[in-house]
């Protein structure tokens, strides 16, 4: 047994061992925990962040940013099955949540990047996203007067580095936490936060083996699992999952769990996006992960446990960017 | 002469008559009027355009909303030479500001919407931008719970209209006026608002002939006016401007003048977008519109002067969008 089947079984002992629980249990008998509320350590950090998250200079287009394809009006997604990018590449998997991605165990669906500060580059040199490259948006961002001020600010030098820049971004991501869901009312103990039904529906996502993967804070985010345990999954995406990081066969289709906070927000599901419902993603996770058929009783029970996982959306005013300058290099959309 | 150039002629009669006075008269006594601040008549209808703004589901690509080429954060505009449209189109034309855009006489360069309300339900339907129509824009707001709610509370009715869509966003471009440049603060009489370079530049550019056509509260907007009166304009644009809509060739290159509120923030310049920069739009105005060669002295201080006209930004709380029921129809953004 390897030591990642061990957890697995070891984690689906808990799941099992919680949910013989009573569900009016206090939170660290459950197997999912509150989210705690960010603690910003560093205000004039995160403020840069938010507004280089904003900012569609750091693509070739200068039409694309993060919060293109990491929408927070939209759940900190695109809400498409796969994003669009530059040239209106269609990518080829879909574009997880940025919100409470600051606990997940790494960042991408395959992990490939160890945290957000590694993730935040990735995107802005990749040619089917922002398609740019970190040498031009490091020569773009020290041409804005406004934004060499600020970097001047925090990091104590006006020099711009793409260090500081993905430092930034990942600060201000890390803020992007959901606290004061219906759910985590209830498992601090407003027992009428949640209705009966939704009461039930956990009794019965925790009973039929969800929490062995979707567990902790995030619901979710903290392993990665073989997408189809039982039955083999359809994909419409070429991803192979983690083994294009290990290079272990064993990791192939290996995926990332998601989080299952704010679930109701950020449709479709799956790394393929081809789940476009809950109750679609739901019927087809208990069939390929657990060899389980619900009800449409059941299936509607447990959505309606997942809908009361929506915290608290972002709450910050739109940033204002620093204009160009007459020096700043610009944007080409149609260049091949 | 036509009434237009009897106008014209006028306007700059006006114009060297203010341009005469002390650059210390009262705002009653200068072409250019301060920007008042916005009136909201109904926060509800307000919130509800909000959201509509930043809604990628108005699009059929799910990718694009009002705000993606004219960008809240970015002046109203999307810093582009021509916007890029649904699967990576190339527009015809400069995207115009939307900042104080309700101060225009009409809507779009040529003019062709009368006004906001009519302006807001052209983008969603153009095959080249949005690339949706009204009747499927429709189902979808028809199909997401919170919206229709808030239809029913704004318009006391939860059927959803294309008109009530185009009312809502309207009565929200109409919030997003820019009061308190420091020209404004200057113009009602605080004197230390402005440096002495910059009034120079302000009584340069009166002096010029410039507020023959950038006058009133918005600097421009309030008429058409030939694109190359002293000499002709080579466009890379194919737009022929306002005969598209009157069909009178005395109209043809004929565009509306800009706003030249926030201009530093507008960037690319001209309705082909082709002056990257402040002083060569100035440069360029000069020369073709008033057979002028400015000195870099004299460019120097009009821009100068220009900058002062950066006016408050919109100034909100990002909209959180209501999520999409199982029965929204979904985004098809790489269907032919």
Redesign the interface.
């Known amino acids: 047994m390897t030591l990642k089947a061990a957890l697995l079984s070891l984690t689906v002992g808990l799941a099992v061992t919680f949910s013989s629980a009573s569900v009016m249990a206090k939170p660290a008998d459950e197997p999912i925990q509150p989210i705690q509320p960010a603690k910003v350590k560093n205000v004039g950090l995160v403020e840069l962040g938010k507004k280089l998250y ?4 750091l693509s070739k ?3 694309i940013s993060c919060n ?1 394809c990491h ?5 900190g997604t ?3 099955k796969t994003s ?1 990018g530059h ?2 590449n ?1 990518g080829p998997i879909n574009a997880p949540t940025v919100l409470n991605s600051s606990l997940n165990v790494a960042q991408f669906w395959d992990g490939r990047a160890k945290d957000l500060n590694a993730q935040a580059g990735g995107p802005i040199a990749n040619p089917g996203e922002m398609a740019s490259n970190h040498t031009l948006a490091v020569e773009v961002l020290q041409s804005i007067p406004g934004y060499v001020a600020e970097f001047k600010t925090v990091f104590g030098t006006e020099k711009v580095t793409i260090e500081e820049v993905t430092k930034a971004i990942a600060a201000f991501e890390e803020t992007l936490v959901t606290p004061n869901s219906r759910f985590d009312k209830w498992l601090k103990g407003d027992k009428k936060a949640l209705k009966a039904d939704e009461v039930a529906g956990y009794k019965l996502f925790k009973d039929s083996g969800c929490t062995a993967c979707h567990n902790g804070a995030a619901v979710g985010g903290n392993s990665f699992q073989k997408m189809g345990v039982v039955e083999a999954y359809q994909a419409t995406s070429p991803a192979e999952g983690r083994v294009g990081v290990t290079k272990d066969e064993a990791d192939r289709f290996n995926f990332k769990v998601p989080t299952l906070r704010n679930v ?2 950020t ?2 599901y799956f790394h393929d996006g081809e789940a ?4 679609q993603a739901v019927d087809t996770m208990g069939r390929i992960q657990l060899g389980k058929k619900f009800t449409p009783e059941e299936n509607t029970k447990i959505v309606a446990f997942l809908k009361t996982l929506t915290g608290d ?9 620093p ?2 300058s ?1 020096a700043t290099p ?2 080409t ?2 260049d091949k």
């Open positions: 904003f900012d569609t200079r287009s200068g039409f293109s929408n927070l009006s939209m759940g695109d809400n498409l669009i040239n209106w269609k109701e927000l449709y479709p476009a419902t809950l109750p959306q972002p709450n910050f005013k739109l940033p204002i960017l204009p160009s007459d610009r944007p959309p149609f």
